[in-house]
């Protein structure tokens, strides 16, 4: 059965690839494209570039004053035609995934000056700081990748002003404090928080997302995992591992009818496993492990259990192997 962190990696490798394809307004054809002076867009990057003290891979390398923007490389810049500005030529994508640029003032400030940015990817970089506060002026972002940084604070608000984002990925940074009930409510198809330091209860309108990807696992959360998290109908794979959820899992999942993994590890979680759950038959990977259930499965989880779709392992469930020591759940139950 998959891991926690094996189905970490491999959500985050479908999703997290440079794309400039269907779900992006542009066209990637820069063929006879009208001719539009991209100075402001080279004055951001230069001084972007100018903060960069190292840069392992000399990915920046060919980013001078002396070549035109979308000459500086396909690996790291993307120019495409603008449909809504006459076709004009416009700087539609950044990828520095995987640079490890770092700088003592590296930050984030210059993206609001890269108005036609389509996506911005830029994982495993030390970035600090956070989201500019408004990213509305970038009116066709759909994609922003700033995992695995040295980002911190409370949630970026400017996140939020990006309406037309269908990917976010903030994961592995510094970020703390709880999350807005709105993030909840924009059109994402990805929502990547894990391995983060937020805390607090989870808004009660999770279930109102339209992701396919949910991730909030390794985070400080606390309280129930709300019951609308049933209700999320577009929900394909939710990692919520390793924070401090307590009571029951929701008991109603009319929901979501393609959801192929769910993830609750190494919670505070009690009380049963919901058979409405264990009826969706889409499931793939259940893993409740490290939590302090106490009821016996009924008949659907039993057969999730035997066909090693669901995994019990760590908890108090009577009559099953690998589960917590008999004074450990003696306690559970006492109380």
Not at 105 to 124: G, I, P, V, W
Not at 137 to 150: A, K, R, T
Not at 269 to 293: D, H, K, R, W
Request: hydrophobic share 40%; net charge negative.
């Amino acid at each position: 059965m998959p891991s926690f962190l094996t189905t970490s990696l491999i959500v985050a490798a479908a999703v997290s690839q440079p794309v400039l394809g269907s779900r992006s307004p542009f066209s990637s054809n820069s063929n006879d494209l009208a001719a539009r002076d991209l100075v402001s867009e080279a004055k951001a990057l230069l001084a972007l570039k100018s903060k960069v003290t190292q840069d392992p891979y000399g990915v920046l390398s060919s980013w001078n004053v002396s070549n035109d923007v979308c000459t500086w490389g396909e690996d790291t810049i993307s120019c495409a035609a603008n449909p809504f500005d006459g076709g004009k030529l416009a700087l539609a994508g950044i990828n520095l995934n995987q640079a490890e640029l770092d700088g003592d003032d590296l930050n984030l400030d210059f993206l609001t000056e890269l108005t036609d940015l389509t996506f911005f990817h830029a994982n495993s970089n030390n970035f600090k700081g956070t989201l500019p506060s408004d990213l509305s002026g970038i009116s066709y972002l759909y994609e922003l990748d700033v995992s695995n940084n040295q980002l911190s604070g409370p949630f970026p608000e400017g996140a939020l002003t990006a309406v037309n984002l269908t990917m976010l990925d903030l994961r592995f940074n510094n970020f703390e404090g709880p999350i807005p009930a709105e993030v909840f409510n924009m059109d994402l198809d990805v929502l990547f928080l894990n391995d983060n330091q937020f805390s607090g209860e989870v808004p009660s309108n999770i279930g109102d997302t339209p992701a396919l990807y949910l991730t909030l696992a390794n985070n400080g959360f606390t309280g129930s995992i709300p019951a609308s998290l049933g209700e999320a109908a577009n929900l394909e794979e939710a990692l919520l591992g390793g924070n401090q959820f307590n009571g029951f899992l929701p008991e109603v999942w009319t929901g979501p009818q393609n959801l192929t993994v769910l993830d609750v590890t190494g919670n505070q979680l009690i009380g049963g496993i919901p058979e409405a759950l264990c009826e969706l038959t889409t499931l793939e990977v259940l893993n409740v492990t490290g939590n302090y259930f106490t009821q016996p499965l009924g008949t659907a989880c039993a057969k999730l259990e035997e066909a090693g779709v669901l995994d019990v392992a760590d908890n108090c469930i009577p009559g099953l192997e690998n589960q917590k020591s008999t004074e450990v759940c003696a306690l559970i139950v006492s109380h």
